[in-house]
Every structure is written in C-alpha cells, then in structure tokens.
C-alpha cells in the first residue's frame, strides 16, 4: 500500500498546516491539501475522500478539489464522510455562498460530487481497499480509519486524544504495519491538548501502549510552531520504531 500525507505549505515542506493523506492515489483521507496539487492529474485520480471530521485543516481545499476535477458527465468524486459531517459541509461550505451547492448542481446525468454516508464499525471497499472508520476522541464527532488491502493494513487515528475502541479494532487486524498517529502539542500546553482532543508526548507515550503489536510510529499533526519542541520531547521518551512524517514522501507499507 502506499500512502503519502500531502505536503501543505508554501514551498513544501516540513511543516504541516493541513491534513490530506493520499492512499494508492485514488482514495484521500482528509482534503486539508489535495485540491492543492499541482498535478491536475493526480487530483482527477482520486475517486473517493474519506472525511474524518469538520476542522477546516482537513477539508480545507475540499472544494477546490471538487472545483478541479470537475467534468460535465455523471463520473465524480465519491465523499464519505459520516452524515452529521456531510450535513456541515453542504451547510457551511457548500451553501451557495461560501462556495456553489455542489450537491444540488449534480443530477443523474451531471455531477459534481456524491455523498455517501458513513457509520462507524461498519467497513466498506473502495478502491480495492477495505476501509473501517472507528470512533475516536477530539471533542467533536470524528473518525479515525483502518485501512486493509488484505496484505498490509495502516491506521490513521486522524485528530483524538486518549481513546480506546480504536486500538481494540486496529490491534485486531494481523496485518496492521504503521500507524499515523497525531502529536499536536509539546507537554508544556497538555491542558490544551487535553481539552481540545489531541496529544502531546507524554499522553502519547501512554496511549500506544494500547496496541499490543509492533508497527511504524509515523508522527504527525505536529502544530508547526511547537513541531521541534514536539520532536525533542518524543525522541527523549526512546519509543521503538518512532519517525516523524516526511510530507510528500511515498511511504509502500
Ligand atoms: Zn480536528
Ligand atoms: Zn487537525
């Protein structure tokens, strides 16, 4: 499997304002940066977002992708999301101000984009990939994903703070190989990340303790400001078989 979490700064670069993780091109989990692309090609390949939650860092080019890729016809980009989340984007993006409604301009015969709800413990394929959205914890109703193409499985826990049915399902699956678990605050603002649904590294620490599995810790959500900080306070913790993101590298897991 191959996945990349797409660079969103300008230039590229190590720094991580927004959240857009791209698996064997075709499916996006999270739109923070994939209307962002220069490759128009890439972008038209991406047949299906996964959404994990309102925060604008992860729908952030939503409608500059759906804009982008755009076609007269009934071919179009698929949106998961669960249907709370479906509802907050076609009423505060896509609303006719902030953006065209998108969603009532596509017909049986010209479409811009389909919703298609999605539920929890409740997987679906797409993409020749099996992917389950999981609860998490972040303050507003979010998922996290386990993606599986029956040889290689990742996890992407998306934004959350200590949680628990996500480990139980993710540990379950044999053939989980890496995790892209977030770290959004130094130890110094852990009230912060405790309140707002995020880590910092020593939550951190604890909660991967939850799987019970060998996997590749790839450390990201990072708040670019405190991203050094961050680094500094996980390395110390000496977690095997941590690395921080390389946004824009190809990772074939
Ligand atoms: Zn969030
Ligand atoms: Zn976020």
Not at 87 to 104: E, L, M
């Amino acid at each position: 499997m191959k996945v990349e979490l797409l660079p969103s700064s300008v230039p590229a670069s190590e720094a991580q304002f927004l959240v857009s993780f791209l698996v064997n091109d075709a499916l996006a989990i999270d739109a923070g940066s994939v209307g962002l692309l220069a490759d128009l090609g890439r972008q038209e390949r991406v047949r299906h977002v996964v959404l994990t939650h309102e925060h604008v860092d992860h729908i952030a080019s939503l409608p500059i992708l759906l804009e982008n890729v755009y076609q007269p016809g009934s071919d179009c980009v698929e949106l998961l999301a669960c249907s709370d989340v479906l509802d907050f984007i076609h009423r505060d993006v896509f609303n006719g101000r902030v953006w065209p409604d998108f969603f009532a301009l596509s017909n049986d015969v010209d479409r811009f984009v389909t919703a298609t709800p999605i539920r929890v413990l409740e997987p679906l394929v797409r993409a020749g990939l099996t992917i389950t959205p999981l609860p998490v914890s972040h303050g507003v109703d979010a998922i996290g994903v386990l993606v599986d193409d029956g040889t290689t499985a990742v996890a992407f826990p998306s934004d959350s703070g200590p949680t628990d049915v996500f480990w139980r399902h993710a540990g379950a699956c044999p053939r989980l190989a890496a995790v892209f678990m977030e770290c959004s605050f130094p130890d110094s603002l852990r009230e912060l990340a405790a309140v707002t649904g995020h880590h910092c590294p020593s939550t951190f620490a604890i909660e991967i303790r939850k799987l019970d599995r060998d996997v590749r810790w790839i450390v990201v959500h990072r708040k670019p400001r405190y991203a050094a900080e961050i680094a500094r306070e996980l390395a110390a913790l000496g977690i095997p078989n941590l690395e921080f993101v390389v946004p824009g590298r190809a990772y074939e897991l």
